[in-house]
């Protein structure tokens, strides 16, 4: 019976945490300044609740940012692991869309991050780039783009909003869907300009979290 009441709590911390950190990250982007009682309020948690897991705001903006490079780099791994490349790479850019996580760069600023997080956003930048050449490899995408570039990308559709939600996320599949399509067009023109990579994307992060 201890047990299963410790399992109990166990679950329902993480469930906590879970609503404090993705209402935290939807607060902070739409305002950075937004003080962390409004967290408290969007999560439905009680302040001191929050407080006893982040000591400060800037801990829990270092706390959303790990966590939600740690999930990109974990979705990516796994669409790694897909059988069909073309397959694993159109999951994660779905994933990758919908998650939120494409906002995380707009927090940059509000707080000093630690290197660990350009570490983090270095190796999940890799198993995009390995998603995109897994999928060339196999000949079921156009060969000049890179996962900078569909990062780049899929940053600019998340900014697409409606005060409609389900007319966001339909506008948002729509063009997702436009861009997967421009991707298997592997007889068109080569794309004009140096493709964006890896360290062109890192290089705010690592402005800010010093040597690593």
């Not at 950075?32 to 006893?52: F, T």
């Not at 994660?92 to 869309?97: A, D, I, N």
Request: proline residues 6%; aromatic residues 4%; charged residues 25%.
């Amino acid at each position: 019976m201890a047990s299963t009441r410790l399992r109990g709590r166990q679950a329902e911390a993480r469930d906590n945490d879970r609503r404090i950190l993705d209402a935290a990250l939807a607060a902070f982007c739409e305002n950075p300044s937004a003080p962390i009682s409004a967290v408290a309020d969007r999560a439905g948690v009680g302040q001191a609740s929050l407080y006893r897991r982040f000591a400060s705001k800037e801990a829990l903006l270092e706390r959303v940012c790990s966590d939600g490079m740690g999930r990109i780099l974990a979705a990516a791994e796994l669409a790694l692991a897909e059988q069909d490349p073309h397959d694993g790479l159109v999951g994660f850019l779905r994933w990758y869309l919908d998650s939120g996580t494409l906002r995380l760069a707009g927090l940059l600023g509000s707080f000093e991050p630690g290197a660990h997080l350009f570490v983090l956003a270095h190796e999940a930048n890799e198993a995009m780039q390995a998603l995109v050449e897994g999928a060339q490899a196999a000949g079921a995408i156009r060969a000049d783009v890179t996962g900078a570039d569909l990062t780049l990308l899929l940053a600019q559709l998340a900014t697409l909003d409606r005060p409609d939600r389900d007319r966001t996320a339909a506008l948002r599949r729509r063009y997702l869907t436009l861009v997967i399509q421009g991707l298997t067009r592997r007889d068109a023109p080569a794309l004009p300009g140096p493709a964006p990579d890896g360290p062109e994307l890192e290089a705010p992060w690592r402005e800010r979290a010093g040597p690593v």
